[in-house]
């Protein structure tokens, strides 16, 4: 998340404050969508030997 907040990432990302905290405590698992909004919202990869 480099030097963005929880807050300002899952709103560039889409998401809801509490899904977020959810997923980066490890308390439930994100869906391919978080995932994809996540990656976009980031510009990174975050599922591994993903293709190109």
């Given at each position: 998340m480099g030097d963005r907040s929880i807050r300002e990432t899952a709103r560039l990302a889409g998401l809801?404050?509490?899904a977020l905290v959810r997923y980066l405590a490890g308390e439930t698992w994100p869906?391919?969508?978080?995932?994809?909004r996540l990656e976009a919202a980031l510009g990174l990869d975050l599922w591994p030997g993903r293709p190109r």
């Open positions: 809801s404050h509490a869906d391919l969508y978080a995932i994809a």
